[in-house]
């Protein structure tokens, strides 16, 4: 007979358990399987989950220990936590003016030429002190909690040049210290071009070589980053240009990923999927053949929806052909301060629905298990499943679809982070209340 599980932290009282557990990433017609158990209940042991099934077998499956705690959710749904793949949250600046500016009717290129725009951002890292940027990407996690995020993906791309990169994966290592929360990290100096490297062909090849020659081999020095990120498109680098530095950062050890096909079609989605790339992101633009390209080579495709919108694009990505052609989907904020400050994903869950064509269970398992592998965190979150972390979402609402269907509307009751607490909704999100 085989043992049963010791245990120190007992969930029950679930209305539904979304566990999305199976093979990770999700394509085609797994996309839309969240494995819901219902009246499930979970047992975990110093934050790793030891037996996922009904509550009605919890007793004869799992050895409690003396000082087990149990948590009673109260008849509502239980998902694992969320998992945001794709954010730019260390940044430093004020670019709220530009949102006036573009409402009024001013072109990105006309901001920038103003002094907005992304160089702007650039220009208050490069002057941000480390502490500075840590405090704040750590403010933005902390919100971020808050909508259900325990996991997170942060680019770096606000520098451009090799200390202010480096200063910014430092950051994003510091803001995420001593917290509960999981995160990667992602070189992506090949962001866009630096003012300095503007306005000549020789100053940017200078530059590409800059990002290849130096930046590359002191992030993987320090041991900052995973990935390896390009921008492809006119207005930031080339197919070529992407293809010397992802070549590069492979060469270092790094996981390609890639920005294409945001604005207009490119040949960046199938050079990512040459490359081996985790994940493609945006692909508002993408073709049946840079789908059928992804498919094959098993890259996550994600969703950033909240940077459609707020760009006021008209055409979202198209994730429901995307899920068709056997594309295994994601979802993400993007969370930046120029084309999307929204720091909320279940709104970017609720827009893929609504724009981009995913059903309900589609889209957890896209900010779940699918975002969990784009963010290279899949061997301890994005499912409810033996082995993984206890990161856990507790609705504030007995069914799932609450999430999707309350557009804009806080639906956390609790976010449970693996030991043996639990953050209600309303109290403050701090060290001393979770706990890993």
Same mark, same amino acid.
């Given at each position: 007979m085989t043992p049963r599980p010791a245990a120190d932290l007992l969930i029950v009282g679930a209305s539904e358990l979304v566990t999305c557990a199976g093979a990770a990433p999700a394509a085609g017609a797994a996309q839309g399987d969240a494995g819901v158990v219902e009246r499930g209940a979970v047992a975990a042991r110093e934050g790793r989950i030891v037996w996922v099934g009904p509550e009605s077998q919890l007793e004869r499956s799992v050895a409690p220990l003396g000082?087990?705690?149990?948590?009673?959710?109260?008849?509502?749904?239980?998902?694992?936590?969320?998992?945001?793949?794709?954010?730019?949250?260390?940044?430093?600046?004020?670019?709220?003016?530009?949102?006036?500016?573009?409402?009024?009717?001013?072109?990105?290129?006309?901001?920038?030429?103003?002094?907005?725009?992304?160089?702007?951002?650039?220009?208050?890292?490069?002057?941000?002190?480390?502490? =500075?940027? @840590? #405090? *704040? /990407?750590? &403010?933005?996690?902390?919100r971020m909690a808050?909508?259900?995020?325990? $996991?997170?993906?942060?680019?770096?791309?606000?520098?451009?040049?090799?200390?202010?990169?480096?200063?910014?994966? =430092?950051? @994003? #290592? *510091? /803001?995420? &210290?001593?917290?509960?929360?999981?995160?990667?990290?992602?070189?992506? $100096?090949a962001h866009t071009l630096p003012r300095e490297a503007r306005g000549s062909a020789a100053a940017r090849a200078r530059y590409v070589d800059l990002v290849i020659e130096e930046m590359i081999p002191a992030v993987v020095d320090e041991r900052l980053a995973r990935f390896c990120d390009v921008f492809i498109d006119e207005h930031a680098f080339t197919v070529d240009e992407a293809r010397r530095v992802l070549d590069a950062g492979?060469?270092?050890g790094l996981t390609p990923k890639?920005?294409?096909?945001?604005?207009?079609?490119?040949?960046g989605v199938r050079l990512a999927a040459e490359l081996g790339a985790v994940s493609v992101d945006h692909l508002e633009f993408a073709t049946d053949d840079d789908l059928d390209a992804l498919a094959e080579a098993g890259a996550v495709g994600v969703l950033l929806p909240g940077a459609t919108l707020f760009l006021r694009m008209e055409r979202f990505a198209d994730g429901r052909r995307m899920i068709a052609r056997g594309v295994p989907v994601a979802v993400a904020t993007d969370v930046n301060p120029g084309s999307c400050p929204s720091e909320s994903l279940p709104l970017m869950m609720q827009l893929a629905c609504l724009r981009c064509g995913l059903s309900v269970d589609e889209a957890i398992v896209a900010a779940t298990k699918n975002a969990a592998v784009a963010a290279g965190l899949a061997d301890d979150l994005g499912s409810i499943e033996p082995g993984k972390r206890c990161h856990l979402l507790v609705l504030d609402a007995a069914s799932r679809t609450e999430l999707l269907y309350a557009l804009g509307s806080l639906r956390t009751h609790r976010v449970i982070t693996g030991a043996s607490s639990a953050v209600p909704r309303g109290a403050p999100i701090s060290d001393r209340d979770v706990f890993m």
């Open positions: 000082s087990a705690r149990r948590i009673d959710v109260g008849g509502r749904a239980v998902l694992p936590a969320l998992v945001d793949c794709h954010t730019h949250l260390v940044w430093a600046g004020d670019r709220t003016g530009e949102f006036a500016r573009r409402l009024a009717g001013a072109s990105y290129a006309e901001i920038a030429a103003e002094g907005g725009g992304i160089l702007s951002t650039v220009e208050a890292v490069r002057a941000a002190p480390r502490e =500075r940027l @840590a #405090r *704040d /990407a750590r &403010a933005r996690m902390e808050r909508w259900g995020t325990t $996991g997170f993906e942060i680019k770096s791309g606000y520098g451009l040049s090799t200390a202010a990169e480096l200063e910014l994966l =430092r950051a @994003a #290592r *510091d /803001a995420a &210290a001593g917290t509960p929360w999981l995160t990667s990290r992602t070189f992506l $100096g492979l060469a270092a890639v920005h294409a096909a945001q604005l207009a079609p490119d040949a």
